[in-house]
């Protein structure tokens, strides 16, 4: 299944929004898995008994996190870029990337998604309600690469939509409605600092988010759904 959302792009935007500093390199603005964007987690100094020390990092990583099958096909399936939070917790594949992977924000403007009644003709561009951007909640976990380098990667985390006033319209699998997980401003620093056992609660818990559809801009990424 493909997955392509639209980044914040513009810094003002980013560092008003979600408090962190954007990474200098920012990546695509049309992400679809294994490009590369920006995710937000936890600094690493937090913690010091500092007050101003950072509290959240932003770093560039790979749209996806890194799969041991299917290393030879395209990039839709080579790289995990969503991960179903009902049963990650206890089913493979996903039960080791739910319990290893870090919590983390994906800052986003939109997703792009087809509107069940509507058929090839409808294509929408989600998006807040408010014209606030998203903070999509999101896993992260970091490889090396064969030269010995630190790759980041992360993950966007879905929810069932069947109940949701907008999103139980559009298609995500054949048979089930879905979304993205869409936090709240108030719950980014809860997010962060969650622990594995108490994931699910949260997300069973989080508010949904109010979200409008509207004709997307012709690029690349409306073009592949």
Known sequence: MSIQYQAVKDRDRYHQYFDAEPPKEMGAHELIPGYQ???IRRHPDAERDDDSAPQRQALLGRFGLATPWAQDVDS???????VRSEPAACLAPTKDVWRRAQPCII??????????????????HVSRASGKPMGIAGLWSANKSPQGAV???????????????????????KYERRMVLILPEVDYDSWLDIRPMQRLEFIQNCPVAALKATPPFKSRATQRL
């Open 37 to 39: 964007g920006s995710f």
């Open 151 to 173: 790759v980041h990667q992360y993950a966007l985390l879905t929810i069932n939509a069947d109940d949701h006033p907008l999103m139980r319209n559009f298609y995500w699998g």
């Open 107 to 124: 800052p986003a403007e939109s997703f792009y998604k087809k509107n069940v009644l509507q058929g090839e003709n409808g294509l929408k």
């Open 76 to 82: 839709d399936y080579k790289y995990l870029a969503i």
